[in-house]
C-alpha cells in the first residue's frame, strides 16, 4: 500500500491546522482509516516518525482508529457490518449487491496542541 | 487545545483530480485510467485498442510504471503519441502526474486518452486522476479468484476485460466463478472477454468504447 504518500498527506494537513491554531507543539494527532482501505497503521506510524523530526510534530503520538466496514442492502435496506470484505450478500433477504457506508474513510480526525 | 481537523487525507488528489477532470471536459478529451496486476495485459489490451481505432480516433496513451520506458516505446511504435510516468516507486499514478505529463501533450488534438497505470490490484483504486471511466484488466493465468481478493478495484470498474481467453483451456479457470465474483460487487460493469495479442473479442470491447468517446465528443 501506499502508506508513505498518505504519511505525506498527513503531514501537511497537520502542520497546516496547528499553523493556523497558532501551536508551538502538536502533541498527538488523531487519524481514522476504514478497513477497506487496506491501510497498515503500524507502517504509518514507521513514516510517521520518520518524517516528524525538525517540525512541530516532533515526538508527537499517533492514534489511529480503524472504522469497520458497513453495508446496506440494496433490496431491502437493512444495514450490517461485513469482515472486511465488499463480497457479502445481506443477511436478511440474502440480495449480493449492498452499498458501502462506512470503511472507506481515510481522514485526519483531530489533532492536540500547545499553543 | 484539541483541534477538530477531519480532513480527508487524498484531499490534495481530489482536488488536483478534479481540475483534470474539468479539463477533459473543456477539451472533449475521455480518458480512461486502466487497472490491472502487473503482466495481466494493460500494455497489449491498450495496442490492440490502438490498432483498432487509431483510424477513427485521436488517442494518445500515458504509462505509468515504477521504472522504464519500455511500454511507452511500445506505444509509439504503433504511431500515436505516449508520456512515459516513471513513478519512481510509488504503486500508483494520482492527479499530480498526470497534470505533469498533460504539459506535453495537446489536448485540443486529442479525443481518447488512455492512462495505463501502475501494475497492482491495490493502491491505483484510491486515486482520482479525474478520468471518464475506469476500466480493470484482469486475465485467465491469474485465475478467477481475484474479484473476491481485490474487491475494492473490482467495484469501481465501468468495464472489465477478462484477457488472455486464449489460456481458458490450459488453466481450470472457471468463467462462471469468476463471472460471478464480480457481479457480487459490481452488478452492471460489461465483462469483455478478449485475447489482446491473438485479437478475440477485441473489436466488442473497441465498438463499446468508441460509442462512449464519440458521445463525450459531441
Ligand atoms: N497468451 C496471451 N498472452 C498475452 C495476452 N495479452 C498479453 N499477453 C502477454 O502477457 C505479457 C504481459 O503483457 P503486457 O501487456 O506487457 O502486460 P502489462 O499489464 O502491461 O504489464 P506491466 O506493464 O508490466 O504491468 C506479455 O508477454 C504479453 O505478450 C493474451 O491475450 N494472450
Ligand atoms: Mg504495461
Ligand atoms: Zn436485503
Known sequence: ?115 | MEVKVVQNILKVNEKLADENRKLFAAKDVFVIDVMASPGAGKTSTILATVDSLKDDVNIAVIEGDIASKVDAEKIQEHGVEAVQINTGGACHLDGNMIQNALQVLDLDAIDLLIVENVGNLVCPAEFDLGQSMKLVISSVPEGDDKPLKYPVIFTQADALILNKVDMLEATDFSETAFEEGVRRLNPRAPIFKISATKGDGVEAWTEWLRERVDAASK
Do not use: W
Open chain 1, 1 to 115: 500500500m501506499h502508506e508513505m504518500s498518505v504519511t505525506q498527506n498527513v503531514m501537511e494537513i497537520v502542520l497546516q491546522q496547528a499553523k493556523e491554531a497558532g501551536a508551538t507543539r502538536v502533541k498527538s494527532v488523531k487519524l481514522r482509516f476504514g478497513t477497506l482501505t487496506s491501510i497498515v497503521p503500524d507502517c504509518v506510524a514507521f513514516y510517521f516518525e520518520q518524517m516528524t523530526p525538525g517540525t512541530l510534530a516532533e515526538g508527537a503520538k499517533l492514534d489511529v482508529e480503524m472504522v469497520p466496514l458497513r453495508l446496506k442492502c440494496g433490496q431491502c435496506g437493512e444495514e450490517f457490518e461485513g469482515q472486511d470484505e465488499l463480497d457479502v450478500t445481506c443477511p436478511k433477504c440474502g440480495n449480493p449487491f449492498t452499498e458501502t457506508l462506512s470503511g472507506r474513510e481515510m481522514e485526519v480526525a483531530s489533532i492536540d496542541v500547545d499553543t
